[in-house]
């Protein structure tokens, strides 16, 4: 019988990336959110509130996706599942889509409407993809839980 444990990870890398990685989701899924509400109300605030956004998700998301890679190609390479590194690409696919939203948004706020609202939808759809197959992948595996 082969066990289908998830491959080990450092204590502290490992909480560092847990206490993380949630945080540009959040910061990009409020962008979406303000996005939409610019595109309905034309208050130029909720344009730049989701260019702050976008740049706080950024600035945050560095760190976890240096973790990730070194843990998917570097360290643990040879015990990373196909999984760990479909999430790395579409995190990092992301990442690139929410690096050229923050350049859309940085136009003036009538210029942003429709890239920088296609390009927060397309971030935030890569990220579900990203924590849907993860999420998959640990129920199959068995955990179900907090590590």
């Known amino acids: 019988m082969s066990s289908l444990a998830s491959p080990p990870r450092p204590v502290a ?16 899924v409020a962008a979406l959110v303000f996005d939409i509400v610019y595109l309905r109300s034309g208050v ?7 260019a702050w956004l976008l740049a706080i998700g950024l600035v945050f998301a560095v760190v976890p996706r240096l973790l990730n890679l070194a843990r998917v190609w570097f360290t643990a390479r040879h015990l990373a599942t196909r999984t760990d590194r479909f999430d790395f690409w579409l995190n990092l696919f992301a990442i690139v889509a929410a690096i050229l939203n923050s350049f859309v948004h940085s136009r003036d706020a009538y210029a942003i409407v429709p890239a920088g609202l296609w390009l927060s939808v397309l971030t935030v759809i890569l990220l579900c993809i990203g924590a849907v197959v993860v999420a998959v992948q640990g129920i199959r595996q068995g955990n179900t839980g907090h590590e």
């Open 13 to 28: 890398a490992h909480a560092i990336y847990a206490l993380l990685n949630p945080i540009p989701f959040g910061c990009f």
């Open 44 to 50: 130029m605030q909720w344009a730049k509130g989701a």
